[in-house]
């Protein structure tokens, strides 16, 4: 294998110049990956007017910033995006690049990976580095890549061997955000962009935005249904718990699927990352990619009528039940306590 | 006529997941699974039908798989596409997303040309909606993930609305240009009754060779003359119709490699049982109130 650098990278995602907050994460655990490696940790930032961006990563701990400023990569395109990273990447073989598992890491990443020939493994729920004995041979310190893998079924752990480059795309809210104490002195390396033809061969007509109204992730308190609520209408027994508690609605990726919640309310591996105070888990079986978003909370209620639910392995409280029955009384019994 | 590819897979059913699926390598053995049309590239398919319907085209579907995904190419037929590919070799096993790219790839430029690929986002075996765009970058294409719909086509450009973080966004697209479809985009159109009438006998070369091999008075050349005639013939492409490099495909030309598969036992019996009945959620309210987790 060609020589391999120590370089853990990550492209810092930004969107009407605002940083993505898996991206910050993202730098967080990049640091840690670095020292492992003994190595240094890179911001990649690609936009308009986008030298803030660049100067705030080192708030978490970035070496060095690489910044890419044009006005025609102000919004992101796959294209020139891409043939950035590429170019980038083809050059300096970083060791490890990190992308956020978002709409835009999850198109960039793979065309980066393709072009670069780097292995790549999406929505990583943990990354770690370890020496690896694989098939009798010594690689040491690879990145290991761990996600659930097979419909959520099992966990994998992946490694990219042979490759000088290994890339992994991870969801919001998985990695935990954190401030360095001392940051390390600014130092941006500005890198030249050349438009090309092939650039244009998409266009943006027109892009709308609104603010999300569900924010799970600093929702201290979360009340999440299953498929085993059966209906759509017998997951408004939900709402009527969140709305009894002050929490706010989730749902697995079954519940998701079957229509009984929006997809931005989806918790696990798919979806997003929460660590409240307190959960309720309601006709949740608990696959490992829905506990993978949610095995943090601080305390766990599990309400399932089957006993042997792998929920329960996880729960801190557990009540074998029908919600049907369950949460109308839990609902009048918490509303007098409080009177 | 617009020419459009249509990527499918065919999926194993992931609710449906036993002990004995997993092999020791940490490979799943796929073949102990029910097998089921990815939804996504079925909701591809449909909107490659709809570009069709409206503005004319001719829609061919493309699948990288073992010899019995030709069930869910004779499903692509019932529904409307025009023909089939079902590339197939024993050596593509093992392939990683990046593997499976450089050989979907060259089974379509094998092809020939074409104005749009189509894909689903992603396959719920994987979830890793990777295959798309390395499909893009290796045919050197410009890439839409995620599009909800094709709002308008003139000649060589395309309008597709796509989803974004957090909303939408409106992009017009010279062709030829790949893009991958969401979730909910559109909905499947259900078989065509005439049309599963006139596919339903259709196979693969695999399928042909493997009838010519278990009865020897059925000559293997006439039967594939029988069925082609018929217009019964999927067409199929295995590792030398592609002349692929051997280095770059199945396990040994995919990059990532499974070091370790677990499935987690939990711990259990770590949790506080609380009776349903109203004199268990009081003392669980009580104590949720006490330590200021609720109230």
């Not at chain 1, 020589?3 to 990278?9: A, G, Q």
């Not at chain 1, 092939?198 to 999300?212: A, G, L, P, W, Y």
């Not at chain 1, 309601?282 to 929920?311: F, T």
């Not at chain 2, 009945?277 to 309210?285: K, V, Y």
Request: charge should be negative.
């Amino acid at each position: 294998m060609e020589n391999i650098t120590k370089e853990v990278w990550v492209f810092v995602e930004q969107r009407d110049g605002i940083a993505a907050d898996v991206s910050l994460e993202l730098l967080s655990k990049g640091r840690k990956l670095a020292d492992s490696l003994g190595g240094v940790l890179k911001a990649v930032v690609i936009g308009h007017n986008v030298k803030g961006i660049a100067e705030n990563t080192f708030k978490y701990g970035v070496d060095e910033a690489l910044l890419i400023d044009h006005p025609k990569l102000e919004k992101y395109l796959a294209q020139p995006y891409s043939r950035i990273l590429n170019d980038l990447i083809k050059e300096k073989r970083p060791r490890i690049v990190l992308f956020g598992a978002t709409i835009i890491g999850r198109g960039l990443a793979p065309r980066v990976a393709s072009s670069t020939l780097s292995g790549l493994t999406a929505d990583c729920t943990e990354l770690v580095i370890e020496d690896v004995t694989y098939l009798k041979k010594d690689y040491p310190k690879l990145l290991l890549q761990i996600r659930p893998a097979f419909g959520g079924n099992i966990i994998a752990t992946i490694i990219t061997p042979d490759n000088p480059v290994q890339m992994a795309t991870v969801r919001e809210g998985v990695m935990e955000m954190h401030e360095v104490e001392t940051p390390n002195t600014v130092i941006i390396t500005e890198i030249n962009y050349e438009p090309n033809e092939t650039d244009d061969v998409i266009k943006i007509i027109k892009q709308f935005r609104e603010e999300s109204k569900v924010n799970l992730k600093t929702s201290q308190i979360i009340v999440a249904g299953g498929y085993g609520l059966g209906t759509k209408d017998n997951f408004k027994l939900i709402h009527e718990l969140a709305e009894c508690v002050g929490g706010e609605v989730a749902g697995s990726r079954a519940a998701v699927d079957a229509g009984f919640c929006e997809s931005e309310r989806q918790v696990g591996q798919t979806g997003v990352t929460v660590r409240p105070k307190l959960i309720f888990s309601v006709g949740i079986s608990g696959a490992i990619q829905h506990r993978a978003g949610m095995q943090d909370a601080n305390k766990i209620i599990a309400i399932n009528n089957d006993p042997e639910a792998p929920i329960f392995g996880i729960a801190h409280y557990k009540i074998v039940g029908n919600a049907e029955d369950v949460i109308p009384m839990f609902i009048e019994t918490f509303k007098q306590k409080l009177k | 006529m617009y020419k459009i590819i249509v990527m499918v897979k065919q999926v194993p059913d992931t609710s449906n997941i036993s002990g004995k699926v997993m092999k020791e390598d940490g490979t799943v053995n796929r073949a102990m699974l029910p097998a089921v049309f990815n939804h996504e590239d079925k909701e591809a398919l449909e909107l490659a039908l709809q570009v069709k319907d409206k503005y004319g085209a001719e829609v061919s579907v493309i699948t990288m798989g073992p010899p019995r995904a030709v069930e869910m190419l004779k499903e692509c037929l019932y529904m409307g596409a025009d023909d089939a590919y079902l590339v197939s070799d024993r050596k593509f096993a093992g392939s990683d997303t990046l593997a499976t790219s450089y050989v979907i790839s060259e089974a379509i430029k094998h092809i020939g040309e074409f104005d749009f690929v189509f894909a689903g986002r992603q396959a719920i075996d994987g979830d890793t909606a990777q295959v798309g765009p390395q499909t893009a970058d290796k045919l050197n294409l410009p890439q839409i993930t995620y599009a909800e719909d094709v709002l308008d086509l003139k000649e060589k450009t395309a309008t597709i609305k796509r989803r974004i973080d957090g909303g939408y966004e409106i992009l017009e697209a010279k062709l030829p240009l790949l893009i991958t479809v969401v979730k909910g985009a559109k909905e499947p159109r259900p078989f065509s009754a005439k049309r599963v009438m006139a596919f339903k006998n259709s196979k693969s070369l695999l399928d042909i060779e493997k009838m010519g091999n278990e009865n020897a008075l059925l000559p293997y050349t006439n039967l594939l003359e029988e069925y082609k005639s018929r217009n019964l013939f999927i067409n199929t492409l295995t590792m030398e119709d592609l002349q692929l490099d051997i280095s770059r495909l199945g396990i040994k030309g995919s990059p990532t490699k499974v070091h370790k598969v677990e499935s987690v036992v939990l711990a259990g019996g770590q949790a506080k049982q609380v009776d349903a009945n109203r004199e268990g959620l009081s003392t669980l309210i009580d104590e949720l109130l006490h330590d200021h987790i609720l109230g």
